[in-house]
């Protein structure tokens, strides 16, 4: 199975910005879905951002106009670019890949099926 491994988490003050990555052991984000999730302490976990299987990018929106999802196929990588960070982006986030994923929104948690072991994000006001 593919291994994903994110980096890129950190505190940040409200306001900062932090970028993460997403990096695949192997060559597999052709035709296939990757999304970012975030679980903040005491909630259920929550898709952020994610690029479907045609490519069509989504995102929740608490995060329209301040985070973007981006892959570079080259180097096997998926990133998110976090700006203007508020408290409330406080979370574990995780990048995840599906085979098959439904369009639209929400992203469905139970259809990623490979997922990495999380980053930390914290952000202070």
């Known amino acids: 199975q593919v291994q994903l491994v994110e980096s890129g988490g950190g505190s940040e003050q409200a306001g900062g910005s932090l970028r993460l990555s997403c990096a695949a052991s192997e060559y597999t984000y052709t035709r296939r879905c990757m999304a970012w999730f975030r679980q903040a302490p005491g909630k259920e976990r929550e898709g952020v951002a994610g690029i479907d299987d045609y490519g069509h990018i989504r995102y929740e929106d608490s995060v329209k106009g301040r985070f973007t999802i981006s892959q570079d196929n080259a180097k096997n990588t998926l990133a998110l670019q976090m700006n203007s960070l508020k408290p409330e982006d406080t979370a574990m986030y995780y990048c995840?890949?599906?085979?098959?994923?439904?369009?639209?929104?929400?992203?469905?948690?139970?259809?990623?099926?490979?997922w990495g072991q999380g980053t930390q994000v914290t952000v202070s006001s």
């Open positions: 995840a890949t599906a085979d098959r994923c439904t369009t639209g929104w929400p992203l469905f948690e139970y259809e990623y099926n490979n």
